[in-house]
């Protein structure tokens, strides 16, 4: 390798891509583009982990992502190339392990500066380590800014004595306005200066789905939002340009079963993967409100929203174990279920309950859920019928989500069953009636669920209290062509608000030190009830 000494007189640079996927308000490209006085290498590295396909897992996809995201993150990579292309560059794909591919860069290439967006999740933080490590022993300078966040989690946390704010208000008290915010963002490039000589890297274009072994065939709906940067700010100024909407935006307000036209801006996968910048859309969404007479505030608020975000990054970096019950010292220790066919039929839409069971179709088509559909199927699976472990609900989000974000993922996954953030076990979400009050008719049911199109709208939220005649008529007979309830909402609900007054009790007695002794004791106790219970009803019948 070169040595330190002529390693930092190198005048290449490279811009190592892995979230921000855009150009516009891209400060590490931007030092990179601004500081190159040589070649200037754009890298992303396809992780064969992450990419190809994995026969075995349960859905088309590899073993970390559905097809759906792998497609989206494709179409990003895409976009970014002739983006780079328009400005007299190009994206170099590489493939392998990502720290060893790059290491590997960096010595082939001879390069003095790698510029590469922060990133606070535990993958990365180990990755960049190593990166900068070798980096810095090398005599290579990195600059590695935060800019995939409005704020940098890390100010936060030591702002707040070194622990994460654990309410929002608390949060939005700390954070104030963000620092950058003070002038306008840089949103253009000139030029970016040309890429150098390869050598012996082999680089590749951005690959199709079909080149990286998916068959097209794999899927029978595909997701209607397309992925890069172009597509993203079409989006998003779309969206933002009905100023009314903007100001009266009210979170709990959208309907969650509208889909041809859903009821929020649907930018988390461009903000998951970058391309959007979440500072410009915070920069547009202000400039907006300063237009208007009045507005609508966080936490329900369009800007609100922005501010969900950094509030569970912020909550995920300074939480070890932040993905986990165990060890997580912000989650509630509850003796939740593992039982893998309550976790399969909810997983597969055959719970029974076609609310539920069209919004998991529609995870699995289109990877794009509203917000309040997410609400009902985590409470679903969790503390309001089912009480499987949310880590099994949130692995399955993981996969098939095109937003999948390790922390906003996470820290909603703890807030919905309850675990952390949010104490209101009581407050359940209906499965029949929930739904119902924003489409009685079914429309969305009726889409994601084509068995049941001709159930009558009487029954399309409850098809198993249909007449077997109606059910014929219909051309869907329950149990036939579609599942008997996996529960009876009513009691598993009642089951689930004793069990979870049991153990918040137990976690408050034992003050955060509950052991894995408890959590058995606990559990053998819920089911001796659960039994008592169940023979008392029969005795009372
Ligand atoms: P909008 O309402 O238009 O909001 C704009 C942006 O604000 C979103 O794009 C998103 O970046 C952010 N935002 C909105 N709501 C939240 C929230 N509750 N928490 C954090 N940020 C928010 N969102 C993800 O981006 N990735 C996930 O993996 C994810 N997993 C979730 C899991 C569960 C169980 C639940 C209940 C919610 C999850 N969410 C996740 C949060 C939320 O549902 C989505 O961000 C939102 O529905 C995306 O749609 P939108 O872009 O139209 O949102």
New binding site residues.
């Given amino acids: 390798m070169a040595s330190p000494a002529s390693a930092s007189s190198s005048s290449s640079s490279l811009m190592w891509f892995r979230k921000g996927l855009r150009i516009h308000d891209n400060p590490a490209l931007q030092h990179a583009a601004a500081r190159a006085c040589g070649p200037l290498y754009p890298v992303f590295v396809i992780d064969p982990r992450y990419m190809e396909p994995d026969r075995a897992a349960f859905s088309p996809g590899s073993s970390r992502a559905g097809v759906n995201r792998i497609r989206f993150l494709l179409e990003s990579l895409a976009d970014l190339d002739s983006g780079l292309r328009r400005l007299g560059s190009r994206l170099l794909v590489l493939k392998g392990e990502p720290g060893e591919v790059l290491l590997r860069c960096l010595e082939e290439w001879n390069v003095g500066r790698l510029c590469f967006e922060h990133d606070t999740e535990p993958y990365y933080q180990a990755l960049d380590k190593r990166v900068k490590d070798f980096a810095s022993a090398a005599g290579i300078e990195t600059f590695s800014p935060v800019s995939h966040t409005l704020y940098d989690p890390a100010d936060i946390i030591a702002r707040n004595g070194g622990k994460p704010p654990l309410s929002y208000q608390s949060f939005l008290k700390l954070a104030g306005k963000p620092s950058w915010a003070a002038s306008p963002l840089s949103t253009t490039l000139a030029s970016v200066p040309p890429v150098g000589d390869v050598g012996r890297c082999e680089i590749f274009e951005v690959p199709t789905l079909i080149e990286l072994g998916y068959n097209e065939t794999e899927q029978d709906e595909v997701a209607p939002f397309r992925g890069g940067e172009t597509a993203a700010l079409t989006r998003m100024k779309e969206a933002l340009s009905n100023k009314a909407w903007v100001a009266d935006f009210e979170?709990p307000k959208g309907d969650p079963s509208a889909f041809y036209k859903?009821a929020?801006?649907?930018?988390?996968p461009y903000?998951?993967f970058g391309c959007l910048s979440s500072r410009y859309f915070y920069q547009c969404i202000q400039d907006i409100y300063k237009d208007v007479k009045k507005h609508t505030s966080p936490p329900v608020s369009?800007l609100g929203?922005?501010l969900?975000?950094d509030f569970?990054y912020t909550a995920a970096f300074g939480t070890p174990n932040f993905d986990k019950m165990k060890g997580n010292r912000i989650c509630k220790q509850i003796p939740w279920s593992d039982d893998e066919q309550l976790l399969a039929a909810w997983r597969e839409a055959r719970t029974g309950y076609p609310w539920i069971d069209a919004i998991m179709v529609q995870l699995h088509k289109w990877g794009w859920m509203?917000?309040l559909a997410?609400?009902c199927v985590?409470c679903f699976l969790t503390r309001g019928d089912l009480f499987v472990h949310w880590e099994k609900g949130r692995d399955v989000?993981e996969r098939l989500?095109i937003?999948?974000?390790w922390a906003?993922?996470n820290?909603?996954?703890l807030w919905?069953s309850c675990s952390s953030f949010f104490y209101q076990y009581n407050r359940i979400y209906s499965p029949i009636t929930f739904g119902k009050k924003y489409d009685p008719n079914g429309n969305y049911i009726r889409h994601f669920l084509p068995v049941l199109k001709d159930m009558p709208k009487e029954y399309i939220y409850e098809p198993w209290k249909a007449p077997l005649s109606i059910q014929t008529k219909a051309k869907c007979v329950i149990g036939r062509d579609y599942p008997n309830p996996v529960v009876s909402h009513d009691m598993a609900s009642k089951e689930c608000r004793r069990k979870l007054a049991e153990a918040y009790a137990v976690n408050q007695r034992l003050n955060g030190t509950v052991s894995d002794e408890d959590l058995k004791s606990l559990r053998r106790k819920l089911e001796e009830d659960q039994e008592k219970e169940l023979r008392h009803t029969k005795q009372r019948r």
């Fill in positions: 979170k859903p929020t801006t649907v930018l988390s903000l998951k369009l929203q922005l969900w975000r569970f509203h917000h997410r609400h985590a989000f989500l937003d999948s974000d906003v993922n820290g909603n996954w919905l």
